[in-house]
């Protein structure tokens, strides 16, 4: 019989849940950065409209990120939380100096792309844990990434 932590989960299959969401957390913290970034540099003729959207998307991550850091202590575990960290554990590379518009919404959906797989991940795991509370957040993640990737590939003309 397996061994369940103070949320009725599985501890191992907590541990699996949360090392993820750690490695998740990392990806989202690089991503925001990147985005922060593209908001500040951005110049050109879309400039307003990309400066906004830039904002609006890492206002979105920060949430995100804060969301998954309390999702690993939900579990019973420690988020990952220095940039040494988030730097050496992040698939998603951190870019500079980007100014361009079209560069970095390329880099946006790259990081979508990562991003969006490794809540997938989540989602299967998180089913097999009987964990409800990931599930139902990466679910709703990925439902609402999903539609920013078909407007950044519409911007993009893709």
Do not use: C
Not at 54 to 71: G, M, S, T, W
Not at 86 to 98: G, W
Not at 127 to 150: F, H, P
Request: aromatic share 10%; hydrophobic share 40%.
């Amino acid at each position: 019989m397996s061994k369940l932590n103070s949320i009725g989960l599985d501890e191992q299959l907590a541990k699996e849940l949360a090392e993820k969401l750690n490695d998740l957390l990392a990806n989202y913290s690089i991503f925001y950065m990147n985005t922060r970034g593209y908001h500040w540099n951005i110049s050109g003729d879309k400039f307003f409209e990309l400066h906004l959207k830039f904002e609006e998307l890492y206002n979105n991550l920060v949430l995100k990120i804060d969301e998954v850091a309390e999702r690993v202590l939900t579990l019973a575990h420690t988020p990952m939380h220095s940039y040494a960290d988030y730097l050496a554990t992040s698939n998603i590379a951190s870019v500079k100096n980007v100014t361009e518009g079209k560069v970095a919404i390329q880099h946006i959906l790259d990081a979508f792309t990562v991003i969006i797989t490794k809540q997938r991940d989540l989602l299967e795991l998180s089913a097999k844990a009987n964990d409800e509370g990931t599930n139902a957040l990466m679910s709703d993640y990925i439902r609402e990434q999903e539609k920013l990737v078909w407007m950044y590939r519409a911007y993009l003309g893709k």
